[in-house]
Nanobody, 120 residues
């Protein structure tokens, strides 16, 4: 059973920083990509940042230059360093992982979410 455990959310003043972590546990065949989505009040879930198994990264335009995603392959952990936080970054942040559980079977897994609040 694949599980994702998130940590690092909280409340921070505008301009502040937070670091989110997400660790994958369970048996997998290979990891395709990991990353973060977020869902703000009244909004749909949106992509924040991803990193694939080749180390390639992708970011939402709204976070480019402020957020950095990184991955520790040994620990199967992904990090999201968030700097210069703005009130509009307030959301529940969800970790996801796209994995092959067997050579032919793949699936997406989600963490339960961690709240990030930046008061205006």
């Amino acid at each position: 059973q694949v599980q994702l455990a998130e940590s690092g959310g909280g409340s921070v003043q505008p301009g502040g920083s937070l670091r989110l972590s997400c660790s994958l546990s369970g048996s997998i065949y290979s990891l395709v990509s990991m990353g973060w989505y977020r869902q703000g009040p009244g909004n749909q879930r949106e992509l924040v940042a991803t990193v694939n198994n080749g180390g390639g990264t992708d970011y939402a335009d709204s976070v480019k230059g402020r957020f950095t995603i990184s991955r520790n392959d040994i620990k199967d952990t992904v990090y999201l360093q968030m700097n210069s936080l703005k009130p509009e970054d307030t959301a529940i942040y969800y970790c996801y992982a796209a994995v092959y559980t067997t050579m032919r079977s793949w699936d997406n897994y989600w963490g339960q979410g961690t709240q990030v609040t930046v008061p205006s």
